[in-house]
Nanobody, 117 residues
Framework: EVQLVESGGGLVQPGGSLRLSCAAS????????MSWVRQAPGKGPEWVSA????????NNADSVKGRFTISRDNAKNTLYLIMNSLKPEDTAVYYC??????????WGQGTQVTVSS
């Protein structure tokens, strides 16, 4: 079955950096676009970033543009989110999500990112 396992979250000070990873299995990773979605406490999910199957096309939400970079290593079946210049408002659980035709058809358990001084 499809499995997505996020890691790399933690506590970081404002202005700091983190790299999140998502280990994928149970499907042909290189054939699917992937996204990062986050959810802050008491809030709905917010799409953060997307990357196409080959990794050549990416896009980010305006709230993270210029600070976050999505990437993937298809040989390792791994998706990454490199987060720089972190802000307290970036605090959320970050989920790795697999693109379906018109929706995300699988997602991981999430990894907590807390940005606080």
């Amino acid at each position: 079955e499809v499995q997505l396992v996020e890691s790399g979250g933690g506590l970081v000070q404002p202005g700091g950096s983190l790299r999140l990873s998502c280990a994928a299995s149970g499907f042909t990773f290189s054939s699917y676009g992937m996204s990062w979605v986050r959810q802050a406490p008491g809030k709905g999910p917010e799409w953060v970033s997307a990357i196409n199957s080959g990794g050549g096309i990416t896009n980010n939400a305006d709230s993270v543009k210029g600070r976050f970079t999505i990437s993937r290593d298809n040989a390792k079946n791994t998706l990454y989110l490199i987060m720089n210049s972190l802000k307290p408002e970036d605090t959320a659980v970050y989920y790795c999500a697999k693109w379906g035709t018109w929706c995300f058809d699988a997602w991981g358990q999430g990894t907590q990112v807390t940005v606080s001084s």
